[in-house]
Structures are given as structure tokens and as C-alpha cells.
């Protein structure tokens, strides 16, 4: 069904993110995987086992995606989902009742409500971690089902040591998985750092522009992805064929937003560690950040999040977010579109994560339009 230009990729990530998940090339055919809108198949009889049936089991304009981004993380399977959360759901699946779930005490804040769900009603037991501290997460892997990591961390942006304490969870037995949303496969290849499974929320970088709401799954194990193509069916956690496509199209050009809006990103964090507005600037590519070292050994680039603590508290933090004119006061990120919020505007945002922290997404329009945006806006609140 999809054109192989060659076996176990060598090819660079850039062309793998335009070339993987092609139709066959034949004359007349199509260069970009046709969209089926179709909820049923036409279909009579004992189906066979890879029959197209029914929609929410399974459409032909997955797979292009799904190929595409495995291909990117280097691992075997990938199984697309409704969104992100779709993904981490369906991996969270296998937790037993009464069973142990460690996670970062700094994480996406529907994951940890999920945590929260899964601990309420299944008797999970959560252990938050600062999962930059290796030797507390290797502790609290003793007799864990499961290790859900983030790396950089949303929105904290702590650097985990991947390989450490991937290989501490496998010597456990405990299964790990790694939301990559935030490096993305060109950032990070968290299978090759040591881990079972990684998700995604295709929503932001993979995605890119802020139109679609997707989730991915990809990893080695056909068990693993058997299980999460069966919770996709069985919770209806579905992918729409135009979200799909939107996504693939956008999976494309990744290399390009992705290096375009990591150079923003370490240009603005260098600049705003300088400002006399700016108390604390978190940026991976800073060479004092606690996470420089690590990121530096395990990640290509060091994405495009940047966290930002003006002087003057949570009334600085809202006047900036108030004062840009660029900028996008949003939630989410990854898009082409650079936005900021201040997180703890959600309640249910970490009581660890400051008041005035301003996470700001980075997007890939001029690196000194941004800039002056910013600096208007953090000359207007200096205290
Ligand atoms: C947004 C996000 C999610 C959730 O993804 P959705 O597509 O919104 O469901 C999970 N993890 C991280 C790190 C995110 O940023």
C-alpha cells in the first residue's frame, strides 16, 4: 500500500518526514495518499483478517500517517488515535488495579488528572517524581507497573537522563513510556534512549498549525500496538480521515518548523536572560540550565519551549501575556504561530509549577519580530 524507498530507513529524518508514507508510484497515480471518507465497506461473508470493514476499526488513511511516524521514531508499529490523550489512555490500559504508576510531578496536567482518575477509581497508585533527580525515580520503580516520563517536562522543562532511567525501569520489569510531544522524533528518539513506548500528542509539532486534534502511539512490541489498536476500536478514541491527512501534511515540512522555531527559541532565551524584566529564563540551550548538560547528550536540538518568570510576580506574568501584540495569548503550542499563557491560570495546573511562570511556544515567523513583540511587552512591566 505504501511506496518503499528503501527497507529500515537510513535515510535522514528531513527525508524520511517528506518521503515515508507515500502511495506506490504508478503512472497516473496519485502522489499523496488519497483521503477515503467512507464509514463502511463494501464487504460480504467471514471477513479476512485485514479486511477494511468498518471505520472505527480501521481506514486506509491511517496507515500513510502511522507508517510515516514510526518511521520517524524508528520503531515498528505506529497506531493513530482521536488525540493525545486517546494515546495516553490506551497505554495506561494495561496498568493492573492496585498496581504502581510513576510520573513526573511536572507533566502535561490531563495526564496527571487521568493519574488522578485511574488512582480514584482503579486503586493505581501514583509516585510523582522530579524526574530530573535519577536516583528518586529509580527508587520509586520498585514493584511499578509503569513509567510515564516526560522529558523535557510540560511545562517545567526538566531534562530526565533517558537512558538511565529507561534502563532502570527495564531491569525492574517495568514498562516505560515517553510522551514525546514536546522534542518531537527529530528531537529525541525515546525508543532508541531505551523505552517500550512512546505517545504523542500530534496536536502540536507533528500536526503543526493548530487545526487538528490528533494522538499517536508508536513503538517495537506488535503486543503492545495490538492492545492499543484494540482500546482504539473498543473506546471509539478515533481519528478522523481529514485530521489525518492534515496531520501527514504537516508532518512534512516538521524538520523545517522544528529547526526554524529551536534557533527562535535558544536566540529569544539567550536575549530574555539578559532582560532586567526577566527573573528566570528556562531553556534547555542555555549553557547554565540544569537540563543543558543532558539535552546536549540526548537530544538533537533543544525544542522550542521556553519558560519565563518575570520580575514583579503573577501581575507581571498576566500584563506580559496582556501586552504582546504578536504573540498569541493561547493555550496548547506547536504550531507555526508563537503563543505564551501563564499555567497556573488552571487550577488544575501542578501547586509546584510557579505562579508566575509564562510557558511560551515558540513558533517559526521572524526571530526579531518576536523579539521586539517581547521586549515592548517586558519594558511596559518592569516594576
Ligand atoms: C497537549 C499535550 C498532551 C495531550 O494531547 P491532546 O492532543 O491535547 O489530547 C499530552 N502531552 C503533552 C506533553 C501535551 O503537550
Same mark, same amino acid.
Given at each position: 500500500m505504501v511506496h518503499e524507498v &528503501?527497507? *529500515?530507513? $537510513? !535515510?535522514?529524518p528531513a527525508t524520511v518526514a517528506v518521503t515515508a508514507g507515500r502511495p506506490p508510484r504508478v503512472q497516473g497515480g496519485p502522489v499523496n495518499p488519497p483521503v477515503v471518507l467512507s464509514s463502511t465497506y463494501v464487504s460480504q461473508g467471514t471477513p479476512g483478517p485485514d479486511e477494511l470493514l468498518y471505520t472505527r476499526s480501521g481506514t486506509e488513511t491511517w496507515q500513510p500517517f502511522e507508517e510515516a511516524l514510526a518511521a520517524l521514531e524508528g520503531g515498528a508499529h505506529g497506531v493513530v488515535l482521536g488525540s493525545g490523550m486517546a494515546a495516553i489512555a490506551a497505554t495506561l490500559g494495561e496498568v493492573p488495579d492496585g498496581g504502581a504508576v510513576v510520573v513526573p *510531578?511536572?507533566?502535561y496536567q490531563v495526564s496527571l488528572g487521568y493519574l488522578d482518575d485511574l488512582a480514584a477509581r482503579h486503586g493505581v497508585e501514583v509516585r510523582r517524581v522530579d524526574v530530573a533527580d535519577t536516583d528518586q525515580v529509580v527508587a520509586a520503580l520498585d514493584g511499578a507497573s509503569l513509567l510515564l516520563a516526560e522529558?523535557? &517536562?510540560?511545562?517545567?522543562l526538566e531534562v530526565a537522563d533517558l537512558p538511565a532511567i529507561l534502563a532502570a525501569a527495564r531491569e525492574r520489569g517495568v514498562r516505560t513510556v515517553v510522551d514525546n510531544t514536546f522534542a518531537t522524533p527529530l528531537g529525541q528518539r525515546p525508543l532508541e534512549l531505551g523505552a517500550d513506548v512512546v505517545v504523542h500528542s500530534v496536536t502540536k509539532y507533528l500536526a503543526g498549525h493548530s487545526d487538528v486534534v490528533l494522538g499517536a502511539v508508536v513503538t517495537d512490541d506488535p503486543q503492545i500496538a495490538a492492545d492499543v489498536r484494540a482500546y482504539r476500536t473498543l473506546h471509539g478514541a478515533i481519528a478522523g480521515p481529514m485530521e489525518v491527512f492534515l496531520a501527514l501534511r504537516g508532518l512534512r515540512t516538521l524538520h523545517l518548523r522544528v529547526e526554524r522555531a529551536g534557533a527562535n527559541a535558544a536566540e529569544l532565551a539567550r536575549r530574555l536572560a539578559e532582560h532586567p524584566a526577566v527573573a528566570e529564563v528556562r531553556h $534547555?540551550? !542555555?549553557? #547554565?540550565?540544569?537540563g543543558h548538560e543532558r539535552a546536549s547528550r540526548q537530544m538533537n536540538g533543544f525544542g522550542a519551549i521556553v519558560g519565563l518568570r518575570p520580575h514583579g510576580g503573577v501581575a507581571a506574568a498576566d500584563a506580559l501575556v496582556a501586552g504582546v501584540r504578536l504573540w498569541v495569548p493561547a493555550t496548547?503550542? #506547536? #504550531?507555526v504561530e508563537s503563543t505564551l499563557e501563564r499555567r497556573r491560570r488552571f487550577p488544575t495546573e501542578s501547586v509546584t509549577v510557579p505562579e508566575d511562570l509564562v510557558r511560551m511556544s515558540v513558533g517559526v515567523e521572524d526571530v526579531e519580530d518576536l523579539w521586539d513583540d517581547l521586549a515592548q511587552a517586558l519594558d511596559a512591566v518592569r516594576p
Open positions: &528503501t527497507g *529500515r530507513s $537510513p !535515510l535522514s *510531578r511536572h507533566a522529558s523535557p &517536562t510540560n511545562p517545567m $534547555p540551550s !542555555l549553557p #547554565g540550565d540544569p496548547s503550542l #506547536g #504550531g
